[in-house]
């Protein structure tokens, strides 16, 4: 099993990015998709969730009208773009796939947000 999340870097305020986490070893449609992060100092939260039937989707209120996830079952790959970034969105972003008790975790893929 892997998640290899890509896409990271460093952007100004105001700017995007969009990352990507492809999945291999598991049937990735039957799988929730979720992108997490943590920051220096703190816990792990949860950004952006979504399902793996009809496709729902929740997000943290922190980043609702800024990111939005999505997914392509047919690359086995789940995006997060994000816009209108800020400083405080600055952290490790991690890919997480869940289905009962399988639970996989990427590497992470840093995103600064800084001028």
């Known amino acids: 099993v892997q998640l290899v999340e890509s896409g990271g870097g460093l952007v100004q305020p105001g700017g995007s990015l969009r990352l990507s986490c492809a999945a291999s070893g598991f049937t990735f449609s039957s799988y929730r998709m979720t992108w997490y992060r943590q920051a220096p100092g703190k816990e792990r939260e949860l950004v952006a969730g979504?399902?793996?039937?009809?496709?729902?989707?929740n997000y943290a209120d922190s980043v609702k009208g800024r990111f939005t996830i999505s997914r392509d079952n047919a690359k086995s790959t789940v995006y997060l773009q994000m816009n209108s970034l800020k400083p405080e969105d600055t952290a490790v972003y991690y890919c997480?796939?869940?289905?009962?008790?399988?639970?996989?975790w990427g590497q992470g893929t840093q995103v600064t947000v800084s001028s």
């Open positions: 997480n796939a869940r289905l009962f008790k399988n639970n996989y």
């Open positions: 979504m399902f793996s039937v009809g496709g729902s989707t």
